[in-house]
């Protein structure tokens, strides 16, 4: 009976691997990004047929681990909202990963930071994939821009400017550090920024061998955010900056520069963190964090330009979109299982592993993201949109 029986699953299984290639596509395009790679693996026919159908770009945010130093075999952990219980392990990924810290992510790349000695590299966790980047000491001033400018930096700073060419690298994993990452995952064309002061901002694309001075900081940086060929600047007073970075260098695209009264501070809590996020249609928001520390007490408050009154309007709800926080960005979530609307992804960098939740504007509620006991393994942990 037991040969009966393995005869009856085998019969059963070779129908499966017989089906028609256009229901097998209807199938596949049917599929999240994580079931669609599960189900290519059942056979040859269904890797095959996977090759005809679109694969669905995932658009939820998972979770990365960052490991202790030789903690956990140098691999990392990611989590998928969206799967309960499922925990995803990247392995082998080298004594130097463990050693770096994420400063930014696009997509699955990660930009790293090594401390001693002080450099930056690209690298995908899921594919091991690296793309060394030039050294930090190799900086240079070389845009030549019209005096005239209205964007040009103030003319106080030469001194500063020239001290940022050839002084020491900080540590851009702290607080003062200020990254953006942008990959293309076909291509591979990429451009990193980075700035250590307030004062100085530098860049790098592919193909550069070194870092070029970014030429318009004149506020002061508060916080960046680069998205779809575009840079977005929040200044130390208040103004709001794009500029484009599709050509060989940078254009102011604000012809003019309008300052946005920040919104009152509340008078009963304590502003963690106050950063600047891009909408899809490239609408900037503020969102201020307060009381990080007291998840009972902890609230976000986000708000929008208004072009009328130059002022900060708040935004009671995100609608059909959710931000995450430490990217900067909002994503769609209407017709998307596995993501909460009207919400914010936090996992702040400098705040390790116990800061990690799900804010609901709707309930003003954190919801904790638990991620197991075996977390005081990890120093740290993010919030990115894999290529999966």
């Known amino acids: 009976m037991g040969s009966g029986k393995s005869r009856k699953i085998e019969v059963e299984a070779a129908k ?3 089906l028609c290639g256009d229901v097998l596509q209807i199938v596949f395009e049917r599929l999240s990004a994580t079931d669609f790679d599960r189900a290519k693996a059942v056979c040859s026919a269904w890797r095959s047929a996977s090759k005809e159908s679109v694969r669905k770009r995932n658009r939820i945010p998972w979770l990365i681990l960052f490991p202790y130093e030789r903690s ?20 082998k990924l080298g004594v130097e990963f463990t050693q770096s810290r994420c400063i930014a992510t696009c997509g699955s790349w990660l930009l790293m930071y090594v401390r001693d000695p002080p450099k930056l590299y690209i690298f995908n966790p899921l594919t ?18 019209s005096p005239e400018d209205p964007s040009l930096m103030r003319d106080d700073l030469p001194s ?35 700035s250590q002061s307030q004062c100085c901002l530098f860049f790098s694309k592919k193909g550069d061998n070194f870092w070029r001075m970014f030429p318009y900081v004149r506020f002061g940086l508060a916080d960046l955010v680069y998205q779809g060929h575009r840079l977005y600047i929040y200044t130390q007073v ?6 484009d ?12 520069l309008y300052t946005y009264l920040p919104p009152p501070y509340l008078s009963d809590a304590f502003t963690t963190r106050t950063r600047i996020a891009v909408t899809p249609s490239g609408q900037v928001l503020m969102v201020r964090c307060h009381d990080i520390h007291n998840t009972t007490s902890c609230t976000f408050y986000v708000y929008k330009m208004n072009l009328v009154t130059e002022k900060w309007d708040h935004m009671p709800s995100l609608g059909d979109q959710a931000l995450i926080f430490n990217l900067g ?20 960098p400098g705040f390790g592993t116990n800061y990690i939740f799900i804010f609901n504007l709707a309930t003003r509620k954190v919801q904790p993201f638990i991620i197991s006991s075996t977390r005081n393994k990890f120093f740290d942990a993010r919030w990115f949109i894999p290529n999966v």
């Open 238 to 243: 208040f103004f709001i900056e794009m500029y």
């Open 160 to 194: 500063s400017r020239e001290a940022a060419l050839t002084e020491k690298v900080k540590d851009l994993s702290s607080d003062w550090g200020l990254a953006a990452l942008w990959v293309d995952e076909r291509s591979k064309d990429y451009i990193v920024l980075w």
């Open 128 to 145: 091991r994939e690296r793309i060394n980047l030039p050294p930090l000491d190799s900086r240079i001033n070389d845009i030549i821009i």
């Open 72 to 91: 956990n075999g140098y691999s990392c952990r990611l989590l998928n909202p969206a799967e309960t219980g499922l925990v995803y392990r990247s392995r």
């Open 329 to 348: 960005i909002t994503v769609p979530t209407k017709d998307i299982q596995g993501i909460t609307p009207d919400s914010i992804y936090f996992s702040g």
């Open 16 to 18: 499966w691997s017989k």
């Open 245 to 256: 970075f599709s050509g060989d260098s940078p254009v102011a695209v604000t012809p003019c």
